[in-house]
DNA sequence: AATAATTTGTTGCTTTTGCAACAGAAAAAG
DNA sequence: CTTTTTCTGTTGCAAAAGCAACAAATTATT
């Protein structure tokens, strides 16, 4: 949170500082970018909601990382050894700084304040990067279609210090982002309001435990 | 690969350079660290080979991770807000290096080479780390035990640049990596063979397939 | 070298998950 | 404001995965 904090002042302050950063915009439903080649490519999310997608050769959608202001996103935290294409979409208007980062390490010609604060704050951006993906992980390694449920649930509700809460996307995108069947997942769901875990209005839940 | 390399020199250039840096050794299935405080632990594992595993209420056991030589690890990855401990284990004798993070960052008093260089090779360090998770979780977001083990093998091949490898642990701990049932998974490893995909000595897996 | 502990491999049965298909609700687009 | 598209919610059936239990093989330990 505090990190958030310090990155989005830093974005403000020193955006414009250097000509090596590019501002793109794009529309909904927009392809940001794919991890293609290895250009290493870094980007940060200025505004707006985006989903870093994979398809299988079964037609299967994954949302590997969903990226809500100041998320960073891009080729460089990927090896790009498997031949399952990924790429970012913009689920709403977005605005990213994109930039290559290799620029970051080797210090900018004009030695520029953006630069300066970037490699300052890099470790820290990194980090929280590590923190959400192990979050991640122990949610995929969860067993059950249940488990995962309460467990991403849980998850909310400590980000948003309350038992009530919205969900950031469909349920449709939510089944892609647990890695489930969307059928499989509602007929979870459904059981869970039936034993009385949640309660369910929309895309709002409640937990109704501990 | 590269980067392994420059940490491999550096620790070995460094390591006694700096008073605060702990050094510890364990014995094989000794508990190296267990994630509970926020003490923001950070670990190199000099020698050996550990895994981060945790346990849930049902008493399925998880790797999160395996750790081998100069694989980074401790809290400081970590958001403690889960209720399921995590610890590391060793899985032979281990060397580790053990500090805190605020060190790296607010330089050291004696401002000693270590953590010079540390702080330098930083970003790549939890770069590395942010790849790896990123590899870890398209495998478990793999739909199927099949793919899974697939997906597995494949990357494992890749490492190794042979199609015939070993796998780095036990069958039993594959199951628990894969986050799967380990009769289910033996059961497909068996179909995988029937069917040509694979062959299977022990430990040594070759892939038949493209 | 003998014993204990762990790992591998297998199977029958149960439970969970996935698939396909559909209707109604809600949201987006024109 | 109407039409089109996407999303939600449900169901029967099929397939996959989990569970429990066991014997044989392998690996550690004393």
Redesign the pocket.
Known sequence: MSINFNINNFIKDFENDCHKVQQKNFE??EVITSYIQKRNQFCILKSGNADLVRYDS?G?KTIVEHFSQNDIFGEVFYDITTNNELSVEAKTKCQVLIYIYDDIHSKCRSNCKFHQKLSEYLPELILSKVTNLNMRVELLTK????DKLLGYFSLLSTRHFSKTFTLPF????LADYL????????????ILKEDGFIE?T??SITLLYK
């Open positions: 909904k439903g079964n299967n067993r059950s279609t249940r469909s349920l449709t995108d890695s489930v069947d969307r059928s499989a997942m509602m007929r979870e769901l459904r369910k929309g895309n």
